[in-house]
């Protein structure tokens, strides 16, 4: 693969980590197609139940709603975790039990932390559907459960994407895709090292290509979620200009292993050290993120936001294609 060279822009806002491979670059925009997502909300306070109980009717079961068709969501703060089709944070309680299944969420606790109704649930894309299940519920309802744990939903999220009963009471906790409570190590696709710890700089998680109708072949992480690149970025010297607001909106993708990469050109496969610490993953000596606006595995929400984020080729280069 060639690499083309081309100028940087006059502020660099992030330190360069040098290769061996020199880097450079000069693609070209497409047309910009609006889109855009609200960072996610910060963690809650205490209590099991919260501090307060929210509205919530009085036969808070009996209103039970379902959740549709699953999806997997990134989460800057605690990695990957399950949203209904709504977009709303799934919950899990860890005074519940998982073998076996069932629910010690009742009365109050139940007006602050709705059932999800068991039912109409479909798996989300790259999730194993075998962890689907229900229970019984004490007043006879049947509840969703995953990998046997009861799901809830936290009567203080208002809109898709917030996380406020995150850590509630030390309890209550968002549902990973297996199950798990949701962190950065919870999070880390199957194709991460054994042990390896979240934020330690390792090279975790997986890089794949998907094909698009729209886009053709471009590469998506170990969740089916779409990687992007930041025109005002640049590859040599290489550098990331997404920080602050930026960044929350727009995830770096964390190191992954040449051995997780399917697919992707090695040539400036690389990693950034950023000044905020963290380490960010590199194609083609480009810094790479994914988008919150991307509910779900195949959604493509950041192309062309701005004219300045599109998906990436296997090679690394821009998808201008809107």
Same mark, same amino acid.
């Given at each position: 693969?060639?690499?083309?060279?081309?100028?940087?822009? #006059?502020?660099? #806002? *992030?330190?360069?980590?040098?290769?061996?491979?020199?880097?450079?670059?000069?693609?070209? %925009?497409?047309?910009?197609?609006?889109?855009?997502?609200?960072?996610?909300?910060?963690?809650?306070?205490?209590?099991?139940?919260?501090?307060?109980?929210?509205?919530?009717?009085?036969?808070?079961?009996?209103?039970?709603?379902?959740?549709?068709?699953?999806?997997?969501?990134?989460?800057?703060?605690?990695?990957?975790?399950?949203?209904?089709?709504?977009?709303?944070?799934?919950?899990?309680?860890?005074?519940?039990? %998982?073998?076996?299944?069932?629910?010690?969420?009742?009365?109050?606790?139940?007006?602050?932390?709705?059932?999800?109704?068991?039912?109409?649930?479909?798996?989300?894309?790259?999730?194993?559907?075998?962890?689907?299940?229900?229970?019984?519920?004490?007043?006879?309802?049947?509840?969703?459960?995953?990998?046997?744990?009861?799901?809830?939903?936290?009567?203080?999220?208002?809109?898709?994407?917030?996380?406020?009963?995150?850590?509630?009471?030390?309890?209550?906790?968002?549902?990973?895709?297996?199950?798990?409570?949701?962190?950065?190590?919870?999070? %880390?696709?199957?194709?991460?090292?054994?042990?390896?710890?979240?934020?330690?700089?390792? #090279?975790?998680?997986?890089?794949?290509?998907?094909?698009?109708? $729209?886009?053709?072949?471009?590469?998506?992480?170990?969740?089916?979620?779409?990687?992007?690149?930041?025109?005002?970025?640049?590859?040599?010297?290489?550098?990331?200009?997404?920080?602050?607001?930026?960044?929350?909106?727009?995830? *770096?993708?964390?190191? *992954?292993?040449?051995?997780? #990469? $399917?697919?992707?050109?090695?040539?400036?496969?690389? *990693?950034?050290?950023?000044?905020?610490?963290?380490?960010?993953?590199?194609?083609?000596?480009?810094?790479?993120?994914?988008?919150?606006?991307?509910?779900?595995?195949?959604?493509?929400?950041?192309?062309?936001?701005?004219?300045?984020?599109?998906?990436?080729?296997?090679?690394?280069?821009?998808?201008?294609?809107?």
């Amino acid at each position: 693969m060639g690499i083309k060279r081309g100028t940087t822009l #006059a502020t660099v #806002a *992030v330190v360069v980590a040098l290769t061996a491979t020199a880097c450079g670059g000069d693609d070209t %925009a497409g047309n910009a197609k609006p889109a855009g997502a609200a960072a996610v909300a910060p963690a809650a306070g205490a209590g099991d139940y919260g501090s307060d109980y929210g509205a919530g009717s009085a036969n808070a079961t009996a209103d039970a709603k379902g959740a549709g068709q699953l999806a997997i969501a990134q989460n800057e703060q605690i990695g990957a975790l399950l949203t209904d089709s709504a977009g709303m944070t799934l919950y899990r309680f860890d005074k519940d039990t %998982a073998k076996p299944p069932k629910s010690n969420c009742d009365g109050d606790c139940a007006k602050a932390w709705p059932a999800v109704a068991a039912g109409d649930a479909t798996a989300a894309a790259g999730m194993d559907a075998s962890l689907l299940g229900e229970v019984v519920r004490t007043d006879g309802s049947k509840q969703l459960t995953v990998a046997g744990w009861p799901v809830y939903r936290y009567s203080k999220d208002t809109k898709a994407g917030e996380t406020n009963g995150q850590g509630v009471g030390g309890t209550w906790f968002a549902l990973a895709p297996d199950g798990k409570k949701a962190s950065k190590a919870a999070a %880390a696709p199957s194709g991460a090292p054994a042990g390896a710890p979240a934020g330690a700089g390792e #090279a975790t998680g997986a890089l794949t290509v998907a094909k698009d109708p $729209k886009l053709g072949e471009h590469i998506v992480d170990g969740n089916g979620m779409t990687v992007y690149r930041f025109k005002k970025d640049t590859a040599w010297p290489m550098a990331s200009n997404c920080t602050g607001d930026c960044v929350a909106k727009w995830p *770096v993708v964390p190191p *992954v292993d040449k051995a997780n #990469a $399917k697919g992707i050109v090695e040539k400036g496969y690389s *990693v950034l050290d950023r000044p905020d610490g963290k380490k960010q993953q590199a194609i083609d000596c480009w810094p790479v993120y994914t988008f919150t606006g991307d509910k779900k595995a195949g959604d493509i929400n950041g192309q062309g936001v701005g004219g300045t984020w599109y998906a990436v080729s296997p090679d690394g280069k821009l998808i201008t294609t809107s």
